[in-house]
């Protein structure tokens, strides 16, 4: 088998990004997708999301602009988990002391993560707005004043973010699509005509857009993707239904604007409101059609742009071969394994015809001698 070798990595932040871009044939053959759906691969970055990148740009930024002080500073950062994962990895190989603040809806497996890098983690409630004093900003600020070398390096203002996705995601999505030879059997324009991601922050979709816009194509569709019951979407009526309802899941949408997340249509397109219901449904798709383990978060982006490739607008894209969609996937199903739905998705399961042949020959009364089985 012909491979190509890599070099020793220095460290675990050199193992962050360069994540591979996956089709997903089989989700856009029941969909009745001409278009290529592609998902951008995040869990097998080192710390397992798409936030690796910005906590190694923000860290590598403070110690060269002297934020962050070798052996004395504390690094602070209210997070929904993953950049905190990312922080903590970063500030271990680095040697700063890292402390976590994080509502309590987040996973105990992100909980435990952080804490086996060694970060304090300090949980609060759900229902406090972000500029409560309780919320894990109010906590985050408040720990930062009263801390000796507290640092915040605050991924909701700070540039770093959005500019992580434009020097390193973006350049590799464009890097994966035009070192993709177009065939007779794989058609392709050789360019990103879509791209699809949640908002967080808004980093994410703010620098990728840019990154495709400015140096690859400037006609790429943006669509970013929001739960119901955030505010990100644009326009503001997308957001009147269910508007400070509770959902599940992590990492995506917020009751308030991030400084980092451009509103402005010219990066980010179109927008989609999606639901619980539908980002677990289509995890599950992709666990079981694509066999790629996700979070929730990739669920809501991969159901948005199925719901945005039924718009007018979409349909043109769906229905052309060759155009090439790509679903930024954030992370994976290692944070959520004890979450209610995932445990439903992986043990409710639907009714099959081995299942049933399999129960039967268990339930037969005579038990067979052992044979070995012809392998």
Request: glycine fraction near 10%; charged fraction near 20%; charge should be negative.
């Amino acid at each position: 088998m012909e491979f190509t070798p890599r070099r020793i990595l220095d460290s675990a932040l050199d193992a962050v990004g360069n994540t591979p871009l996956i089709r997903l044939d089989k989700i856009a053959a029941d969909h009745g997708l001409k278009c290529n759906l592609l998902g951008k691969l995040e869990f097998v970055s080192a710390g397992g999301s798409v936030k690796d990148r910005i906590a190694k740009a923000m860290v590598l930024a403070a110690e060269k602009e002297g934020k962050l002080i070798p052996g004395k500073s504390v690094v602070i950062e209210p997070t929904s988990g993953n950049t905190g994962i990312g922080l903590a990895m970063a500030c271990a190989i680095k040697g700063y002391s890292v402390v976590i603040t994080m509502p309590k809806k987040m996973s105990l497996e992100k909980e435990a993560l952080l804490r086996a890098l060694g970060a304090q983690v300090i949980r609060t409630p759900d229902e406090e707005p972000w500029n409560s004093p309780r919320s894990h900003i109010g906590v985050a600020c408040r720990l930062q004043r009263e801390i000796e070398y507290g640092v915040i390096l605050d991924q909701y203002r700070n540039m770093n973010n959005p500019l992580a996705h434009e020097y390193t995601t973006g350049p590799e999505i464009i890097a994966s699509v035009i070192s993709t030879p177009s065939t007779h059997t794989r058609p392709s324009s050789m360019k990103v005509d879509a791209f699809v991601a949640g908002a967080g922050t808004g980093g994410t979709i703010t620098g990728v857009s840019r990154a495709l816009k400015k140096t690859h194509n400037a006609d790429c569709i943006v669509v970013g993707i929001d739960p119901i019951g955030s505010i990100l979407a644009v326009p503001n009526n997308l957001n009147t239904s269910g508007e400070g309802s509770p959902y599940v899941v992590e990492g995506i949408g917020y009751d308030f604007i991030p400084d980092v997340l451009s509103r402005d249509e010219a990066d980010v397109n179109h927008w989609v409101k999606t639901s619980d219901d539908e980002a677990f449904k289509a995890v599950q798709a992709l666990m079981r059609k694509e066999g790629l383990l996700v979070g929730g978060s990739s669920g809501s982006a991969l159901s948005g742009a199925l719901a945005w490739l039924k718009t007018e607008q979409g349909r043109r894209v769906a229905g052309t071969e060759g155009l090439n969609v790509v679903v930024l996937l954030p992370d994976g199903i290692r944070n959520y394994m004890s979450k209610e739905w995932f445990l439903k998705n992986a043990f409710e399961t639907e009714h099959s015809d081995l299942a049933t042949r399999i129960s039967s020959i268990l339930a037969q009364e005579e038990i067979m001698p052992v044979q070995q089985a012809n392998l």
